[in-house]
């Protein structure tokens, strides 16, 4: 991940930047936490639930090991397990599904939205049976999802509501923060977040105090008072060198989502023209936090050796020393680990099309100016010859 040799050289991810910036405040923070002896639920990991409750706009936050964790621990707390559905995208990271099915539920896949990526409202309904629990709408890349109409149908079926906040901490949609629409909302804090841990930890915020003592006894084992077990549950908690590198590092979190902010206009100035393409589009309802900056590349495939064509623009920007990523190249219903729920190709076309051509781009708050016009004009460059070398680009997709 460090910037190699060649300066020209644009990483997808660069962590060390963001640790030169706080390195000494982090160090100072993480090495009172090694001298206090002090390491497992203690005021650090306290003071972050309250920080982090009151950044998504509700009262309570439960500290636990991992964003699959808070997924996992949520549903549990909702009392989800075997013989209920729950609705949720494919186009997601596989955490999502498989915490639904880690607990013995179905997870229902919904087809999603064109512009957004983000789980399409008006199918939703369709999918509801009479075995359907909870909804979880998943904030791709860093954009809310459409929560008024999914909390309307949630409503009228009676039907719990948990976001998936792993990617979009920060973020509004309608002026209210993500995280505050759900019955619960899991946050992740992988290193790679907009908000990273130095190492695994995650979060579920709520409004409600009865999910959130739930929860503290789950992350404990099933215990409310030591040694006594109410029920059966896990040990799922946030350490205290987490919590001190987390508590360090969020006083910057709204400069940093800022700054992708900014990114993310120099990207869209930059690819305006660009032929083969289409750029992000943010819902007038929403602000955007920019965990990925994705574009589509349209035509999938090359009709000559079917390679898509977003492999080869992945590949030739290797080749000029710029990192991109396809997240995510296949979708949940498609995946061998979900086979067994009856799900299969061409069940979601639009989430298998976008599969095939979503790229992410470099995005982190360091990035400069010149580095994204250096990676637009790469983009530019490879879509401009690639119209000329091939009689058969397609054009934009109006269908999705
Ligand atoms: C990262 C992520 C998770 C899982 O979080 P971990 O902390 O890695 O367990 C869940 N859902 C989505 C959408 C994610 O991006």
Not at 322 to 327: A, F, L, R, V
Not at 339 to 365: I, N, R, W
Request: net charge negative; hydrophobic share 40%; aromatic share 8%.
């Amino acid at each position: 991940m460090s910037p190699s040799a060649n300066s020209n050289n644009v990483p997808i991810l660069d962590l060390q930047a963001q640790y030169e910036q706080i390195g000494p405040q982090l160090e100072e923070k993480v090495l009172s936490v090694l001298r206090s002896g002090h390491y497992i639920l203690g005021k650090l990991g306290q003071t972050l639930e309250e920080e982090l409750a009151a950044l998504s706009g509700v009262k309570r936050g439960v500290g636990v090991a991992n964003g699959t964790d808070a997924l996992v621990l949520a549903l549990w707390a909702a009392d989800i397990g075997p013989e209920d559905e729950v609705i949720t995208p494919s186009f997601t990271f596989a955490a999502t599904a498989e915490a639904i099915a880690l607990r013995g539920a179905k997870p229902i896949f919904v087809e999603v939205d064109p512009l957004t990526f983000n789980i399409n409202p008006a199918l939703i309904e369709a999918a509801i049976t009479h075995k359907t629990k909870a909804i979880v709408p998943v904030h791709l890349y860093g954009q809310p999802a459409d929560m008024d109409p999914i909390l309307e149908i949630a409503d009228r079926y009676n039907l719990i509501v948990i976001e998936d906040n792993a990617q979009a901490i920060g973020a509004t949609y309608k002026g209210k923060p993500t995280g505050s629409f759900g019955d619960m909302a899991c946050i992740s804090f992988y290193p790679t977040k907009n908000l990273g841990a130095a190492g695994d930890a995650g979060m579920i915020v709520t409004k409600h105090d009865r999910y959130a003592e739930r929860l503290k006894a789950l992350r404990a084992h099933g215990s409310k008072v030591r040694y006594y077990h109410d029920e059966l549950g896990v040990n799922s908690r946030l350490d205290e060198i987490q919590a001190a590198v987390l508590l360090t590092k969020l006083p910057h979190l709204r400069r940093w989502n800022e700054q992708r902010n900014q990114i993310a206009k120099w990207y869209a100035q930059g690819l305006k023209n660009t032929p083969g393409i289409t750029i992000p589009t943010v819902a007038a309802a929403n602000t955007h936090v920019w965990h990925q900056y994705t574009i589509r590349v349209h035509a999938q495939q090359n009709p000559g050796d079917k390679t898509l064509f977003r492999d080869q623009l992945i590949k030739e920007l290797a080749n000029r020393g710029i990192g991109s990523m396809c997240y995510y190249p296949v979708p949940l219903h498609m995946q061998a680990a979900f086979a067994h729920f009856g799900c299969k190709a061409g069940d979601l076309p639009l989430s298998e099309t976008l599969a095939q051509e979503v790229v992410s781009l470099p995005m982190y708050p360091e990035l400069k100016e010149h580095q994204v016009n250096q990676v637009a004009k790469a983009i530019q460059e490879i879509m401009t010859e690639r119209l000329i070398s091939t009689s058969t680009v397609a054009p934009v997709l109006t269908g999705f």
